[in-house]
């Protein structure tokens, strides 16, 4: 059999083996909306933490990470704030949003939202622009794990699978395994998948440095010495000044936590100690994940200092310098981290859609079923949206993930801040909402990045800044949200 065929075998058989997975989880489910979109908060330990470390990253984990070492060098090391971080608000924030979605029974984002602001006027509206905001940003980011798989089936079957069949085959198992297991398959599938994504990071690169360079200190010591702009700031290219490096990891670390796909697992879990270990162990895991990256992303520019393709560095050097048999077990784990955060996402963009749009606009009278059976249509429909943008082909997943992120970003203050202050008006959060939006969309299109700090950072500090200032000027206090700040304070005493 040649090497094609066995690398294709092996991708193939990871398909089947999820699609299996999500189907056993069929026999646990419930057909209601709730058990569809977070399981009823019956996840346990390792389920949660898998599927929330699994989700958090994806194909930008296994590509677009070596990509950015190579194009700018480790200055990209501050996602070791994006990845310590989100274990740490998970337990700080998730905590009361858990707590909150429990009493309340929340299963969107737009529905908590609603919950904690006033249901009438500025805060109905802001519901409904906070679900469309998650849609809106989280489908491009959907999209590009589908790009990665299709270059990662590319390069396994040496150009016999074109670049839209790779799409296909991906979308097809994207939208099938969400469809079919909702929350339980899509954390069932995590659970595998986020084990087998790490295990295919350490393996996969460790065998990449050795083979190549000898050992990681000779591959940074060799590094130090032909490409010492690689070790400081402001990189390679000059972009990573102290600030870009400052406003990244803010935007990246609380859009991603502002994200419908994250948000809603912190309704998932079974138990306050659950969200708590969740928290410990997914802060552990999302760090030493990237342990080799750097030596990899570094190796990578020493032996193709002239590549253009930088997202596609790491499964190329893993088929010339690692066996294959073992190279293509590495790179089915990049399919498993890009599957992984594909049907998440998928699942939450219905989910949001369902529970916040079609719901209370289209029919405020329906059934669990129903909705149930409405969400899992929009599986399908947000699935063809996420193929139509992978096929335009977006550019690096580091901008991708940049811009999802900063348009989430904004939505932090509006949906954290009222679980710890009860001056926070609802006016205050539709106006700090639409002005950290706009503030996004200037400083990307007609300000690029104004004094070097790019716009997720812009975003979040005028919706930050504005709340803060009408919610203190505002001359009294909103029930629902005083009654949120009294319960939690009241919950979490000890």
Request: proline share 3%.
């Amino acid at each position: 059999m040649e090497k094609w065929m066995i690398g294709v075998t092996i991708l193939f058989g990871w398909v089947l083996l999820m699609v299996l997975v999500a189907w056993m989880s069929t026999k646990y489910r419930k057909l209601s909306i709730s058990d569809f979109a977070t399981t009823g908060g019956s996840l346990g330990l390792l389920t949660l933490f898998l599927t929330y470390s699994a989700t958090y990253h994806s194909s930008y984990a296994f590509m677009g990470t070596t990509g950015a070492v190579f194009a700018h060098g480790m200055g990209w090391w501050n996602n070791i704030h994006w990845t310590v971080i989100p274990g740490i608000l998970l337990w700080l924030v998730g905590k009361r949003v858990w707590a909150i979605g429990k009493r309340n029974n929340y299963l969107s984002i737009g529905a908590y939202t609603n919950g904690i602001y006033s249901t009438e006027g500025a805060g109905r509206i802001l519901s409904y622009i906070v679900s469309a905001v998650a849609i809106l940003f989280v489908i491009p980011y959907t999209a590009i794990q589908a790009l990665g798989v299709s270059y990662l089936f590319q390069v396994v079957s040496q150009g016999k699978i074109s670049f839209t069949a790779g799409l296909a085959i991906f979308l097809v198992l994207m939208v099938f395994i969400t469809w079919l297991g909702g929350m339980r398959g899509v954390a069932w599938t995590d659970t595998i998948q986020g084990i087998f994504m790490f295990l295919a990071m350490w393996i996969g690169g460790y065998l990449v440095i050795t083979n190549s360079l000898g050992s990681v200190g000779e591959t940074f010591a060799k590094g130090v010495a032909e490409i010492p702009k690689a070790f400081s700031l402001p990189g390679l290219k000059g972009a990573y000044t102290e600030r870009l490096w400052v406003s990244q990891w803010i935007t990246i670390t609380f859009g991603m936590i502002a994200m419908p796909h994250v948000f809603l697992r912190y309704f998932a879990g079974r138990s306050l100690t659950i969200i708590k270990w969740s928290g410990v162990f997914s802060s552990i895991y999302l760090t030493f994940l990237y342990l080799f990256v750097p030596g990899v992303g570094v190796a990578a520019r020493l032996l193709y200092p002239a590549s253009t393709a930088a997202d596609k560095l790491f499964p190329e050097m893993l088929l010339q310098y690692v066996p294959f048999g073992i190279a293509a077990f590495a790179i089915a784990g990049a399919l498993a981290a890009a599957l992984s955060t594909a049907d998440s996402q998928l699942h939450a963009a219905s989910t949001v859609f369902t529970v916040d749009i079609y719901k209370p606009l289209v029919k405020p009278k329906a059934s669990e079923e129903e909705l149930y059976r409405v969400d899992r249509i929009f599986v399908f429909v947000f699935g063809v949206i996420c193929a139509w943008i992978a096929f335009k082909k977006p550019g690096l997943f580091l901008n991708i993930l940049q811009i999802s992120t900063s348009g989430t970003a904004v939505l932090a203050p509006v949906l954290f801040l009222p679980l710890f202050w009860d001056k926070v008006s609802s006016p205050a959060a539709l106006t700090a909402t639409i002005a950290g939006e706009a503030a996004v969309i200037a400083t990307t299109f007609f300000w690029p990045a104004p004094l070097g700090l790019i716009a997720g950072f812009w975003g979040i500090l005028t919706s930050l800044i504005i709340l803060l200032a009408l919610s203190m000027a505002s001359s009294g206090k909103e029930k629902k949200v005083v009654e949120t700040v009294s319960y939690l304070r009241k919950v979490f005493s000890d």
